[in-house]
């Protein structure tokens, strides 16, 4: 059997704010999109005792043999969904420890493509649960487009919204997301209980912000000086901290502003990771 091949877009936050927290986790609401930006799986049946997992690429180093995949094929064997051993390679283009979501992003496309393929049949209920279980943010990958999450952790999603260009720069180090969330010591007022399609406009998003930016930027100070310099490079739209970090984004309204931003980027900082990418 041959492989069959999965993308696994890069998920971004365009605002996020604190506004709570449960007995064990943050409750957030953000407006969120994905990139171009992707990992790659190749996922197929084999005939073996034990599912096959591999990571190559950039970002393929320190991945844990209980990963998300890992997680989510155990799941699904506990369930009795699948029956079957599957070999999965993935080619990690998206940083880890960079707010970007990546590993979330892999468990829910695998998830995404056995449903679709019919290999596994499950209601709404039940695949919240399932990707709950992996991680809070895999329920946004099964459906990869602009989205915003509420504070009750319900998902409004909208098509066909204006595309913006992201210059995506992530320093020699990444942040922990649990470290990141420990520090927060007070919560925002709720602002998406109304979600709108407009909230995606240039104008609404400019004006949100990440509160979780100014807690990564108190432990890495240089976090500060990569904003500045990014709001300073071809006059962004807005420039903000994905997720926990540690990457952060300039926004564009044009191909051509974000790639000569990342030019000059890259002939600046040739230690840091770079890339030109674009909402899907």
């Known amino acids: ?50 599912h096959r997992i591999v990571f190559n690429g950039k970002f393929s180093k ?31 283009n998206i940083p880890q420890k960079s707010g970007l979501g990546g590993g979330s992003m892999n468990a829910a496309n695998i998830l995404r493509y056995f449903i679709r393929r019919k290999i ?19 329920i946004l990958g099964l459906d990869p487009t602009n989205s915003i999450l509420n504070s ?14 992201t210059l995506v720069v992530k320093p020699t180090f990444g942040c922990s997301t649990k470290e990141i969330y420990s520090c927060v010591k007070k919560f925002d ?10 909230m995606f406009n240039f104008n609404y998003l400019k004006k949100a912000n990440n509160s979780l ?36 984004i300039a926004y564009y309204a044009s191909k051509r502003q974000c790639d000569i931003a990342q030019k000059q980027f890259n002939k600046d900082h040739k230690k840091y990771w770079c890339i030109s990418s674009k909402t899907i």
């Open 1 to 50: 059997m041959s492989f069959a091949k999965i993308k696994s877009n890069a998920k971004i936050n365009l605002a996020l704010n604190v506004v709570g927290k449960s007995k064990k986790l943050h409750k957030i609401e953000s407006l969120i999109a994905f990139i171009e930006l992707h990992d790659l799986i190749f996922i197929k049946r084999i005939r073996s005792k034990n």
């Open 62 to 92: 320190n991945i844990s043999s209980s990963n998300t995949i890992s997680k989510l094929l155990k799941l699904l064997e506990r369930k009795k969904l699948i029956h079957q051993k599957y070999f999965i390679k993935v080619t990690k």
């Open 120 to 138: 596994i049949k499950l209601n709404t209920k039940q695949i919240s649960k399932i990707a709950e279980y992996i991680g809070s943010d895999v």
């Open 152 to 165: 009750k952790k319900k998902i409004k999603r909208y098509r066909n919204c204006k595309k913006l260009f």
């Open 189 to 198: 007022k709720i602002k998406f209980y109304n979600p709108q399609k407009k």
């Open 213 to 248: 930016e100014k807690i990564a930027s108190k432990k890495y100070p240089i976090l500060i000086k990569v904003k500045t310099y990014l709001r300073n490079l071809e006059k962004p739209i807005f420039v903000r901290m994905s997720g926990s970090g540690s990457a952060f």
